[in-house]
């Protein structure tokens, strides 16, 4: 009889919390969450930083975020996390000079124009 590392059971718990912790978020929802935080992002794209709760506008907060912060590429909404790995809902500062890729670290997935899902690794 063998006896599976415990890698195993670790690496299948991951694969089902990677699926189960993207963000399910419909095209109408997603605009309005780009809507919503544009005005943070015109505050700060440049200097960037962590968006306090209070900060946050209803449309995040249905999103029941872990975390909100705004990186020199836009902001991150972060959904869930497992050890180095983060998954959750991406608006970049500058859309039209935004080039996703689906397979890099981070990776994003579109949900409507200027709307991304996003997953780093870590």
Request: hydrophobic residues 45%; contains cysteine.
């Amino acid at each position: 009889m063998f006896n599976r590392p415990p890698i195993l059971g670790v690496c299948a718990l991951a694969t089902v919390a990677m699926t189960a912790c993207s963000p399910s978020i419909s095209p109408t929802e997603a605009e309005q969450v780009a809507a919503d935080v544009k005005p943070l992002l015109e505050a700060m794209c440049v200097a960037g930083g962590p968006v306090e709760a209070a900060r946050w506008p209803r449309s995040v907060r249905e999103l029941d975020p872990a975390s909100v912060e705004v990186r020199s590429d836009g902001l991150y909404v972060a959904t869930a996390s497992f050890f180095a790995a983060e998954w959750g809902l991406f608006i970049p500062c500058h859309p039209d000079r935004f080039a996703p890729s689906a397979s890099g670290d981070p990776s994003y997935k579109q949900v409507v124009d200027g709307v991304f899902t996003y997953y780093i690794a870590g």
